[in-house]
């Protein structure tokens, strides 16, 4: 398959990258702050201009002289954005002029030997240019462009330029669909550490201080067992904790990474067990019909002993009773342990997130059902049961028709649920019962 062709955004910080990735992507995937140092991570997202298509790069502001870690993990991933794209744009901003920040991202650029489109942002009339805007042709890049990110002139002029330094053809499109896999979990079980894993590459910024990574950060990865989306999301904390304005988009921004997912991974901390936060963030998952793991990492931590797995395995699934369905897997994000059985799991809870079953084969597990259990009853009145049919996938969805609503007491859901399971596996998904009685109207 042909490779699409690839844009970098790169720019000093605080000139508009996040808010040109986001206009260009046409939605709001970057969180945008007015503070240097939001975007940290590599963000991608498609994009469409002049019957191209193409994806687009957004990259933390680049600080060439630095000794911070956090800005020096910025700039290497900038650094691994420029190596990969075809086309780099570099976002200028003609508010502060030419910076010898711009200087030194230019003459980076330069050693790069990559096309580069020179932009100008904050260029809110284009028609009367201000003579700061002509200091840009110092930084020896060609012709600049006056932009508005925030109203989105000249970005045509831009996509156009990026077009010309394209490889000729257009790239093939996807056959096969790709599984979007949401990591999610409390701040600093290693989430990061554990896409970085996966991908083979400091894809994402590893810290020990919580709340390093702020943006939903998607990362494509092909391999022998199929192609697959990892988005590797910020840290949820306690809401009473969450009292930074970027803090919230993030702890948003990873409820919307949940939405989007097929497949949720809860990570857990195996030295601190299951605690209340990891409750309400699988909670999250459940609520939203998604298929989960429950991954226990830093097993390698762990002081061992037989039967210590065992144990574990016990308390996770009584602490987390309500995702009994949800397979738990043991794992060392730092050592690769059992990391690469990851892919079977996702694999197999996707397929069962997206089992159909004939409406046949449910009712013979729902006579078989009531023959063993007969159905509840109250002052003499007893439920009648008439049939079940599937709705719906991801998660499984069933329609029960019977004679009396208040008479499906919980437990005989439960009780349903359980057979359906028991016959057809249904691992790794929730499942949603709806209950019908005759009379109702269909919505």
């Known amino acids: 398959m042909k490779k699409r062709p690839l844009v970098a955004i790169v720019g000093r910080p605080n000139v508009g990258k996040s808010l040109l990735f986001n206009r260009l992507a046409g939605k709001r995937l970057s969180i945008v702050e007015?503070?240097?140092?939001?975007?940290?991570?590599?963000?991608?997202?498609?994009?469409?201009?002049?019957?191209?298509?193409?994806?687009?790069?957004?990259?933390?502001?680049i600080e060439p002289r630095t000794d911070d870690e956090i800005l020096l993990f910025m700039r290497e991933q900038a650094n691994m954005a420029i190596s990969a794209a075809d086309v780099i744009v570099l976002v200028t901003e003609l508010g502060t002029g030419v910076t010898a920040a711009d200087k030194d991202v230019a003459d980076m650029l330069l050693r790069s030997r990559k096309p580069v489109v020179l932009t100008v942002n904050k260029v809110d009339n284009p028609s009367r240019l201000?003579?700061?805007?002509?200091?840009?042709?110092?930084?020896g890049l060609g012709d600049p462009i006056p932009i508005s990110a925030v109203h989105g002139h000249g970005t045509g002029d831009m996509l156009d330029a990026c077009l010309r330094y394209f490889p000729a053809g257009e790239a093939e499109k996807e056959t096969e669909e790709r599984i979007a896999v949401a990591i999610i979990g409390k701040p600093n079980v290693g989430k990061s550490s554990l896409t970085n894993r996966i991908v083979g590459e400091e894809r994402v910024i590893v810290s020990g201080t919580a709340g390093t990574t702020r943006d939903a950060v998607d990362t494509p990865?092909?391999?022998?067992?199929?192609?697959?989306?990892?988005?590797?999301?910020?840290?949820?904390?306690?809401?009473?904790?969450?009292?930074?304005?970027?803090?919230?988009?993030?702890?948003?921004?990873?409820?919307?990474?949940?939405?989007?997912a097929d497949v949720c991974l809860i990570l857990?901390?195996?030295?601190?067990?299951?605690?209340e936060q990891d409750?309400?963030?699988?909670?999250?998952?459940?609520?939203?019909?998604?298929?989960?793991?429950?991954?226990?990492?830093?097993?390698?931590?762990?002081?061992?002993e037989t039967g210590t797995m065992?144990?574990?395995?016990?308390?996770?699934?009584?602490?987390l009773s309500f995702m009994s369905y949800a397979p738990v897997l043991f794992i060392s994000a730092l050592t690769g342990q059992r990391v690469q059985k990851l892919f079977e799991k996702i694999n197999h809870v996707r397929a069962q997130s997206a089992m159909r079953i004939t409406t046949g084969m449910l009712n013979n597990v729902l006579a078989d059902a009531q023959a063993r259990v007969q159905p509840?009853?109250?002052?003499?009145?007893?439920?009648?049961?008439?049939?079940?049919?599937?709705?719906?996938?991801?998660?499984?969805?069933?329609?029960?028709?019977?004679?009396?609503r208040e008479l499906f007491h919980f437990s005989y859901q439960r009780y349903l649920e359980n057979q359906l399971r028991a016959t057809?596996?249904?691992?790794?998904t929730p499942l949603r019962l709806v209950i019908r009685q005759k009379g109702d109207k269909e919505d």
């Open 376 to 404: 509840p009853s109250d002052k003499g009145r007893r439920l009648k049961i008439y049939y079940m049919t599937q709705t719906g996938v991801c998660p499984p969805n069933f329609v029960v028709f019977c004679n009396s």
């Open 130 to 139: 201000d003579p700061v805007f002509y200091e840009f042709y110092s930084l």
């Open 268 to 275: 857990l901390d195996a030295r601190e067990g299951v605690t």
């Open 34 to 61: 007015d503070t240097p140092g939001v975007t940290r991570d590599r963000l991608y997202a498609p994009c469409e201009w002049a019957g191209r298509s193409f994806d687009i790069v957004d990259t933390g502001g």
């Open 221 to 260: 990865v092909d391999n022998q067992w199929g192609k697959y989306t990892f988005i590797d999301t910020a840290g949820i904390r306690r809401r009473s904790r969450v009292d930074d304005r970027v803090e919230k988009f993030s702890v948003m921004r990873a409820q919307l990474a949940i939405e989007r």
């Open 424 to 428: 057809f596996g249904l691992e790794g």
């Open 310 to 319: 065992d144990r574990m395995r016990k308390s996770v699934e009584a602490d």
């Open 279 to 304: 409750t309400k963030i699988a909670g999250l998952a459940h609520e939203a019909g998604k298929a989960s793991i429950i991954v226990v990492n830093k097993w390698d931590l762990v002081d061992k």
